[in-house]
T-cell receptor, first 110, second 114 residues
Framework: SQQGEEDPQALSIQEGENATMNCSYKTSINNLQWYRQNSGRGLVHLIL?????REKHSGRLRVTLDTSKKSSSLLITASRAADTASYFCATDLTGTALIFGKGTTLSVSS | EAGVVQSPRYKIIEKKQPVAFWCNPI?????LYWYLQNLGQGPELLIR????????DSQLPKDRFSAERLKGVDSTLKIQPAELGDSAVYLCASSLAGHQETQYFGPGTRLLVL
């Protein structure tokens, strides 16, 4: 079963534009993580945001968490072709393992 | 620091044959995970180890899948016999301690069952 659902499923933008993808989940969480997966590769951790945090930054990445709406967003500013990948949110439910969504496929063209 | 190592990277077998995947986690990581990833989907947990102990294997199809993590370091995931529907990418990940922390993934093994 999948806890997190990313939206949109696919996103195509030009280099230099910002990319925003969203994640909604169903039940209370301890933390939420975002991962990136390049084609044919394993997942790479981007950011972990805990349930008592509202916003975190890491370089060109900005993640927000709204626990009242059970949603999170990942913003990539000034996108580059190298940002082309699939992005997954993963939620940590109490006492269980991370549950990944289906992902958003981002395509950045130059 | 070496990352999570998996082998083989690719495997093609005929249905009903056995297959095994190997994973070596990052040194010092107590928690090891095996995930299954189907095309266009996110990873789904098969089994999680805390040291040598399998603490979450509720999603592991135990009639044909087995796993072990001897000495709490590297791990092997086996399928016997393989079915057509087992074609997928098998990912191994590790974390320092516990599932709430950052997980580090290996490149995966892409399995094709013919």
């Amino acid at each position: 079963s999948q806890q997190g659902e990313e939206d949109p499923q696919a996103l195509s933008i030009q280099e230099g534009e910002n990319a925003t993808m969203n994640c909604s989940y169903k039940t209370s969480i301890n933390n939420l993580q975002w991962y990136r997966q390049n084609s044919g590769r394993g997942l790479v951790h981007l950011i972990l945001i805990r349930s008592n945090e509202r916003e975190k930054h890491s370089g060109r990445l900005r993640v927000t968490l709204d626990t009242s709406k059970k949603s999170s967003s990942l913003l990539i500013t000034a996108s580059r072709a190298a940002d082309t990948a699939s992005y997954f949110c993963a939620t940590d439910l109490t006492g269980t393992a991370l549950i990944f969504g289906k992902g958003t496929t981002l395509s950045v063209s130059s | 620091e070496a990352g999570v190592v998996q082998s083989p990277r690719y495997k093609i077998i005929e249905k009903k044959q056995p297959v095994a995947f190997w994973c070596n986690p990052i040194s010092g990581h107590n928690t090891l995970y095996w995930y299954l990833q189907n095309l266009g989907q996110g990873p789904e947990l098969l089994i999680r180890y805390e040291n040598e102990e399998a603490v979450d294997d509720s999603q592991l199809p135990k009639d044909r899948f087995s796993a072990e993590r001897l000495k709490g370091v590297d791990s092997t995931l086996k399928i016997q016999p393989a079915e057509l529907g087992d074609s997928a990418v098998y990912l191994c990940a590790s974390s320092l301690a516990g599932h709430q922390e950052t997980q580090y993934f290996g490149p995966g093994t892409r399995l094709l069952v013919l």
